[in-house]
């Protein structure tokens, strides 16, 4: 079936760096792309969505790129504080609108 | 508003025995979820409701059962646990279908099979 997925499990960053967290999809029918950010305990919390005819979306401190020619979506935090230590997942959802299929998440650390 | 509440926050079963786990939201959502998440992977749809009445069966379906009969309520029952439903359960809503809408997530129930 269709998937998404992220390249790397985890990402270890200094504070006040910025973070770049990708992901790979292969559904090129999904119509908007979404990240989330899941503490520790936690249900998935919303960050930011970009739909399929956008390559670029910004958001506070978060930019999201969508490169449709080779199926890849980053995220990109700015100036990365420890309370962004969590495990991130790209999502796509259908088009109906019914489902979302999720990667399998970065971990992400930072040290102070 | 509480947004997405789900009951109870943990639970052990033995193998066979049936539970009932709650999702509740308040903000009159048409559309409401239930994702399992295993660990070190993403969330994986079991079965939606796009509305009162309605429900449909998403990715890992077998094994549980659903029912919507209020907007706000959306139960998950396990009529017969197995060791391989042990799992983080995530209850979600949004406000509805046809396209993308922004999915609310709740706090998630932890279930143990032994």
Not at chain 1, 62 to 79: D, E, G, M, P, R
Request: charged share 15%.
């Amino acid at each position: 079936g269709e998937s998404v997925g992220l390249h790397l499990p985890t990402l270890s960053v200094q504070e006040g760096d910025n973070s770049i967290i990708n992901c790979a999809y292969s559904n090129s029918a999904s119509d908007y792309f979404i990240w989330y950010k899941q503490e520790s305990g936690k249900g998935p919390q919303f960050i930011i969505d970009i739909r399929s005819n956008m390559d670029k979306r910004q958001g506070q401190r978060v930019t999201v790129l969508l490169n449709k020619t080779v199926k890849h979506l980053s995220l990109q935090i700015a100036a990365t504080q420890p309370g962004d230590s969590a495990v991130y997942f790209c999502a796509e959802c259908n088009q109906a609108g019914t489902a979302l299929i999720f990667g399998k998440g970065t971990t992400l650390s930072v040290s102070s | 508003n509480a947004g997405v509440t789900q009951t109870p926050k943990f639970q052990v079963l033995k193998t066979g025995q049936s539970m009932t786990l709650q999702c509740a939201q308040d903000m009159n959502h048409e559309y409401m979820s239930w994702y399992r998440q295993d660990p070190g992977m993403g969330l994986r749809l079991i079965h939606y409701s796009v509305g009162a009445g309605i429900t449909d069966q998403g990715e890992v379906p077998n094994g549980y059962n659903v029912s919507r009969s209020t907007t706000e309520d959306f139960p998950l029952r396990l009529l017969s646990a197995a060791p391989s439903q042990t799992s983080v359960y995530f209850c979600a809503s949004s406000i509805g279908t046809g396209t993308y809408n922004e999915q609310f997530f709740g706090p998630g129930t932890r279930l143990t099979v032994l």
